[in-house]
């Protein structure tokens, strides 16, 4: 008997592969002074903030300290948030302000097929 994929069951969200080991994860790491493991999941929580607050991937939406905060990161909003745009996890946007780096690739299937169900693209 093949095991279920429990995942796709429950509604987990799954990181983007590689996440783990880029280098713009040891750069954000760098820059904030935090370990790795921290610095994975502070990314992790933008995922799911992302998804579930800016689905389309428009982050820019909020202000920083909700940003930082969704993110679990409990220090200074603005260096958080600067840190995340150096490191390109966030890109500038003129109309969003922010949006999720390569969102499209970091959002989870449960995330793709909402936007589709709604007729909503990504940012």
Known sequence: MKA???SSE???KKMKRGTIEHPKT???KNILGISHPQAVGHL???WHFTAKFSIQGDIGRWNN???ARGCLWEEDAEEFIAALVQCVWLDGDKN???IVHDWIDH???STKKTLNNKNL???
Do not use: M, P, T, V
């Open 4 to 6: 279920k994929n429990r």
């Open 121 to 123: 693209q990504f940012i």
């Open 10 to 12: 429950i509604g987990y």
């Open 26 to 28: 040891h750069q954000l």
């Open 44 to 46: 992790e929580a933008l």
């Open 96 to 98: 969003c302000r922010l």
């Open 65 to 67: 300290e909700s940003i």
């Open 107 to 109: 959002a989870d299937q």
